[in-house]
């Protein structure tokens, strides 16, 4: 397995949430790796997103404030930490690797099994 996403489930608003993407070696050292999210019927949407060689991470604005990615070079995970949660983060979270960092899906080449983040109002 290339990318694996975990840490969804259920919380209330206004509650934090922390997902982490664990990639292969090969992967993690070598790719940009994002968080995208889908509601169903709705494409994909960038998060936020990490280069490899580090440097500032891209965020998305309607996240901007709310979200940290962060690297865990020890681990070989990238992990979002999700706060002051809404119902309009309900979504699958999807985390995905490419040889750049686009604000596009289409341009990652590899991509986790998703984790579902449900928000309760």
């Known amino acids: 397995v290339q990318l694996q996403a975990s840490g969804g489930g259920l919380v209330q608003t206004g509650g934090s949430l922390r997902l982490s993407c664990a990639a292969s070696?090969?992967?993690?050292?070598?790719?940009?790796i994002a968080w995208f999210r889908q509601v169903a019927g709705q494409e994909r949407q960038i998060v936020a997103g990490v280069k490899w060689g580090g440097g500032s991470p891209y965020y998305a604005d309607y996240v901007k404030d709310r979200v940290t990615i962060t690297r865990e070079n020890d681990k070989n995970t990238v992990d979002l930490m999700m706060n002051n949660l809404e119902p309009e983060d309900t979504a699958i979270y999807y985390c995905?690797?490419?040889?750049?960092?686009?604000?596009?899906?289409?341009?990652?080449?590899?991509w986790g099994q998703g984790t579902l983040v449900t928000v309760s109002s």
């Open positions: 995905a690797a490419g040889s750049v960092l686009g604000r596009l899906a289409i341009q990652y080449d590899y």
């Open positions: 070696e090969r992967i993690f050292r070598a790719y940009n």
